[in-house]
């Protein structure tokens, strides 16, 4: 698989595809220093029996997301392979909230990806990211540090304060989930 690494500094918010039938709200594009300063974030780690080239497989595989991501309803992939700085993803959510987002890194390699939302159907989030850092610790096993960053907005950014932990404690589970869907793909 052929290696790219951004020399973007920020994603680039272009005429970027998304459902024309549906409400459009943009999202504040940015690059990896996002991560340090958003109002919120949340970090999980987990080590995962399964090589990092592998695990990466599972990211490009749009229906392994809904199987271990509760909550996502279905992805789409909307630029071609080999994924690289740039590409472009719808993910639906139960309830039909669809978010855009744009890779500004997408490394297997290294083991890294990083995306922004560029928009959503709804307003809850002015800024959203996620950076997933996969280490190799042997053959078939690899660390996952991943952490989500965003800035609420509209109804819940008023009711944050009472989400604040039940969104850490999903997040969470999304890493027990990807364990235990690693494992079964082993086994």
């Known amino acids: ?5 951004s020399t973007l500094p920020v994603p680039s918010v272009r005429s970027t595809p998304r459902d024309e039938s549906l409400p459009f709200v943009p999202c504040r594009p940015f690059g990896p220093d ?16 399964i090589s990092r080239a592998r695990l990466f ?24 392979e080999p994924y ?19 890779f500004f890194k997408y490394d297997v390699e290294h083991g890294e990806m990083a995306f922004c939302f560029y ?20 053959p078939d096993s ?18 944050h304060w009472l989400v604040k932990p039940i969104m850490a404690f999903n997040l969470w589970t999304y890493m027990v989930r990807l364990k235990r869907y690693v494992k079964r793909l082993s086994a």
């Open 57 to 80: 497989e599972i990211f490009a595989d749009p229906d392994s997301w809904a199987k271990w991501a509760t909550g996502i309803a279905g992805v789409e992939w909307t630029s071609p």
């Open 142 to 159: 690899c660390r996952l540090r991943w952490t989500v960053a965003y800035d609420p907005a509209g109804v819940f950014g008023r009711i």
């Open 34 to 49: 996002y991560f340090e300063t958003a109002p919120v974030r949340f970090d999980n780690y987990v080590e995962l029996p």
């Open 1 to 5: 698989m052929e290696v790219r690494v």
């Open 119 to 138: 928009g959503t159907t709804e307003l809850i989030w002015t800024a959203f990211g996620e950076n997933y850092v996969v280490d190799e610790l042997g």
């Open 84 to 102: 690289a700085p740039g590409t472009t993803r719808t993910v639906t959510f139960w309830g039909g909230v669809k978010v855009y987002e744009e």
